[in-house]
């Protein structure tokens, strides 16, 4: 089966998205400038789980750093959304290497945020959706997430 990415022999990578596909990773990435404001613990997990004191020293040391490698990947992800044209029916985008794991690590925070929120156990995740749950497109963005960061992650192994 033939996913969005296709790795180049000089290792760039060429994405196609339909068109709401790339809208809705492009709403997906706004959305997640928003929740850096007051991020979920899942996006910084502790450093030192039994030393509050040292995970408090790592915390005030690393965090805004953290955010900022964040921040920095979510405006790379942005300016590749801008760059992709559509042609015909297809949205499409050359990454450099750089820019493809820039694309894995918000489609992985968005992920971890999207399935905080709604609360997203191994259980969960397989189970039927039932369209009349108020969460379910949510649900359904989440596992499409998941779906491209499946498909990224093979296609950059190779």
Known sequence: MRGP????????????????EADLFRSVVEQMTQVLD?????LFPPAYKDD???Q?????LMTEDLKDGKRRAIASV??????GKPK???WR????????????AV??????????RLAVTEDSYERDLDPADPDAAAHEVFRYLGYLEDFLVHTLMG
């Open 56 to 60: 408090a020293e790592y915390a005030r």
């Open 107 to 116: 489609l992985n925070d968005a992920r971890l945020a999207l399935g905080t």
């Open 78 to 83: 942005q300016t590749t959304l801008e760059r």
């Open 5 to 20: 990415f296709a790795l180049r022999r000089d290792g760039q990578l060429d994405v196609t998205l339909t068109p709401v």
């Open 52 to 54: 509050p004191e040292a």
């Open 93 to 104: 985008v050359t990454l450099t290497a750089d820019e493809a794991q820039d694309w894995l």
């Open 88 to 90: 015909r029916d297809a």
């Open 38 to 42: 007051d991020p979920p613990a899942r």
